[in-house]
């Protein structure tokens, strides 16, 4: 059976993981990491990082290293979410052709898909690693309350990374597949998912013979643990600026240094009641003296720079409740899902709120990843018994005469699902109407997003009023919208698929996808040269430290004089590799100095 892996792609950490003889398993990465950091960076030589080895270099290279590029997917550019992003990132963010984000990494343009692509790639890699064989298919997670244009990039991001991505299902709900999966429980359940830049929450009800059905779901795509750290940075930034009259803000350096040792500080300020935040030269004074930082943070400190933010999460969680008409009594369980529900305050928030002691049974960063491959798993075989029922997040409609928002598909309705309505014409000899498609919950369509439009020509003339046109919805399992109009009496009928907002054409996600294969076999090169370059170095430096005595050893007879020239041939032909930065000639060369270091250590040693 062809195997599907499970990606839970998140602003911060990704995690890879995929079901084995029946069990789900997440995939270390190479490091032996069960998650790989959500970074991608270009380097000076113009080579692209993406994990771990991107966010050791993110101090020194914070202009070409982009975080939390998740934030921004399917976002338009003159959203307050993108401006926001702009004001803060310490990466450059400009306006694409279609209103879209790209990211300017070393004057080079990438959209949003192609870097979260990279991220996905380097998942894929990781499990094929591991594997031993080529992967295609994948589950990818994404926040239960992304929209619709938030879903598509993601799945063109997984296109472009030469994925097949078989179904997107929500974060919560795949967190909730793997809390229940094989328990034969039949439950109530909240999931209390707050991540690195999102904050999701959903009530489902866990059924028996492997039923999962969601009852509401709710969230902020712009709360996560990101906001808190820049509440620490801001905490950082303004008392230094007190005390020596500098805006650290201005320097990417800097600011990438105080973002790392923030997010730092809050995660011990889970274990530990203060901390140390400190950053040695941090800046010039301009008067030719470098200045540090050094403050110290408290658990208290960071719990009233954060209040607000865990209060809105709480304000949320209350929200869900009343619309999945529940009371807190009958929510049996609370799953806490995220890096950042490790921090007491969030989980006694949690506590005080739901009434009950939250589930800490489930690993908070490897749950989604693991759901997302049961989910993949079931998709492909038969025998799983496994029902998934999700619902919508938001609510679904078009936009009517006066601009006003007209629901079709209410919010937390289950999908798949398909709703009609009958319009009618708003003018006399109206011969083409323009449908908007929405998604949003304010009566107001210009509050609400946008999602595709088109237009339903060569209506037959009559007074207003008097042509009817039927507008269908239907959602499918991946949470993507289609759209169908239809002139009752002419039966004339004009459609869409919403995809067109993701950002990008299809010519472009095309393209992007031969660059991402070129860049596959180019990353895995790299890696294999640098492996080869390592080793073959240390033997050439272990050579040369022994070339001295050897010559004065040998250097009396024939033999001995030749075999000093072959070994220095060798040594020549390995470095010449080296330069030339090919890795099959660096190996080869590697048998050769491995004889040559055993035979010169074997003379010194014998003498
Ligand atoms: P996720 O998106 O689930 O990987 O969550 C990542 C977020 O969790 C980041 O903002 C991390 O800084 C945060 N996080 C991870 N570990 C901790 C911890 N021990 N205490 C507080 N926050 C944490």
Request: overall charge negative; glycine content about 8%; some cysteine.
């Amino acid at each position: 059976m062809e195997k599907v892996i499970g990606i839970d792609l998140g602003t911060t950490n990704s995690c890879v993981a995929i079901v084995e003889n029946g069990t789900p398993v997440v995939i270390p990465n190479r490091g032996g990491y069960k998650t790989t950091p959500s970074m991608v960076a270009v380097t000076e030589a113009g080579k692209r990082l993406v994990g771990h080895i991107a966010k050791r270099q993110a101090i020194t290279n914070a202009e070409n290293t982009v975080y939390a590029a998740k934030r921004l997917i399917g976002r338009k550019w003159n959203s307050p979410q993108v401006k926001n992003a702009v004001a803060t990132s310490s990466y450059r963010i400009v306006e694409g052709p279609h209103n879209d984000v790209r990211i300017v990494l070393r004057d080079k343009e990438f959209s949003v898909p192609e870097i979260s692509a990279m991220v996905l790639q380097e998942m894929k890699v990781i499990a094929e690693d591991y594997l031993g064989e080529s992967v295609s298919k994948a589950v990818v997670t994404v926040p239960a309350y992304f929209n619709d244009n938030q879903r598509q990039a993601t799945k063109d991001a997984g296109e472009i990374a030469g994925l097949d991505v078989i179904r997107i299902i929500n974060e919560p709900t795949a967190a909730a597949l793997s809390y229940g999966f094989g328990r034969n429980i039949e439950k109530t359940v909240a999931v209390y998912d707050f991540g690195g830049g999102t904050f999701d929450i959903s009530i489902l009800e866990i059924g028996a013979h492997g039923v999962f059905k969601v009852i509401a779901t709710a969230g902020d795509t712009f709360l996560g643990g990101e906001d808190i750290d820049a509440r620490i940075i801001d905490w950082l930034v303004s008392g230094f600026k007190e005390e020596h009259n500098i805006d650290l803000r201005q320097d990417r350096m800097a600011l990438q240094r105080l973002k790392d040792a923030a997010e730092k500080a809050k995660c011990e300020l889970s274990s530990v009641r203060e901390t140390e935040v400190n950053l040695p030269f941090i800046i010039s004074s301009g008067r030719n003296e470098a200045l540090h930082l050094q403050r110290t943070l408290t658990r208290q400190t960071l719990e009233e720079l954060s209040e607000d933010l865990v209060e809105r999460t709480v304000d949320i969680c209350k929200q869900t409740l009343e619309d999945a008409k529940l009371g807190k009594d009958e929510i049996e369980e609370v799953v806490l899902v995220g890096g950042m529900t490790r921090m007491p305050k969030i989980q006694s928030a949690v506590q005080a709120f739901f009434e009950k002691e939250p589930n800490k049974g489930v690993h908070p960063d490897e749950v989604v990843a693991l759901g997302a491959a049961i989910q993949g798993a079931a998709l492909v075989d038969d025998k799983q018994e496994m029902v998934l029922l999700d619902v919508t997040p938001h609510a679904l409609g078009i936009m009517t005469f006066g601009s006003y928002f007209e629901e079709l598909i209410p919010q937390n309705t289950t999908v798949p699902t398909h709703r009609t309505k009958i319009f009618t014409t708003s003018r006399d000899n109206q011969t083409a109407v323009k449908i908007l498609v929405m998604q949003g919950e304010s009566q107001r369509a210009e509050e609400n997003e946008l999602l595709g439009e088109f237009i339903l020509t060569g209506l037959r003339r009559a007074p207003k009023g008097q042509v009817e046109i039927e507008v269908t919805f239907e959602i499918n399992a991946d949470g993507i919208v289609s759209v169908r109009a239809k002139d009752l009496e002419t039966g004339l009928e004009q459609s869409i698929q919403v995809t067109a907002t993701s950002g990008l054409t299809r010519e472009e996600i095309k393209t992007m996808m031969d660059n991402a294969k070129d860049d596959l076999v180019d990353r895995r090169t790299t890696e294999e040269f640098e492996a080869a370059k390592q080793e073959a170095e240390k033997l050439i430096g272990e050579i040369e430290k022994l070339f001295p005595q050897v010559q004065q050893i040998v250097a009396s007879s024939d033999f001995g004089r030749d075999a000093i020239e072959k070994a220095r041939a060798i040594v020549e032909k390995a470095r010449a590799a080296i330069e030339r930065r090919d890795a099959a000639a660096v190996k080869e060369q590697i048998e050769g100095l491995t004889r040559t270091h055993r035979m010169f250590k074997g003379v010194v040693a014998k003498t």
